[in-house]
């Protein structure tokens, strides 16, 4: 499956308190989503992938958004966390992929080899860094994607969509290399497909309806 995804897959996601959380309507947005083309869709938490599971049978990257004090992962910080989202429905399992601390003392190679290994799942890595995504790598991972650049301590700033990071890791690594993270209009789509992504992930810009209101409000 992994070897074969070509193109477009589509965040279905909105944040704590929208209206658009509701399970039905992130599922319908995943299903014209796949309607429309994209290859396959992100989905944030275990009802959130039920409910999409539902509705399509393309592939579902799942991941869930979880808060635990004093850790600064969130995506999937555990195996706890990954098994919920795989007993979901889940295709692949998208995690942190960074070499911060995670809860329970959970190392990244062994948090992957339980996924491969209990789950049965391939694991996408999330990661900022040219490092980080050879240490994923070396990991196990399966798949690694720009997701976080701009978003660590060591990347914050760093321009998106994160075009350099892209081209270096499609020329240094040899396993499926995704982008995601500011494509925001179809040329940029274009260009990250012309630099050797595998598949562009967009989110913000088709999905987020109140972040794209609020820009055109504030360019009053």
Known sequence: MI?????????????????LREPVVIAALAEAACLSGAVGVRIES???????RGRIDKPIVGLWKRDYAGFEVYITPTFADAEAIA????????IDGTARARPNGEMLPELIRRIHVELQKPVLADIATLAEAEAAVAAGADIVVTTLCGYTAETKGAPLPAFDLLGTMVQNL??????????SSPEQYAQALRLGAKVVVVGTALTGLEVQVRRYLNAL
Request: glycine content about 12%; proline content about 10%.
């Open 174 to 183: 040899d396993l499926p290399v995704w982008c995601e993270g500011g494509v």
């Open 87 to 94: 007993e979901a429905g889940a295709d692949i399992i998208a």
């Open 46 to 52: 275990p009802e959130h992938v039920r409910a999409v």
């Open 3 to 19: 070897s074969s995804l070509r193109g477009l897959i589509v965040s279905c996601q909105a944040p704590v308190g929208s209206p």
